[in-house]
């Protein structure tokens, strides 16, 4: 997994660069389908060129390996 640091909520994020609001768009897409298959949701911010995801499990109020799974997943889809 790339750095994915915590903020001042306990949260691990990462803020991923696009050329435009499409391509920003088209991966929030992707990163919903993936969350609603694994039923856990995280925090998305989306903007023209750029797209945060923070992740956290609510449950236990803090980072569990679902979240890093789900991290190490997003970083695949980016990366692609």
Known sequence: MSLWPKDNQGRITKTF?????RQSFGFVSQIVLLAEKKN??????LDYGSVTIALISHDVKGVTERDIDLANQIDKIYDK
Do not use: E, L, R, V
Request: charged fraction near 10%.
């Open 17 to 21: 660069s696009f050329k435009n609001y």
């Open 40 to 45: 856990h949701h995280p925090t998305i911010t």
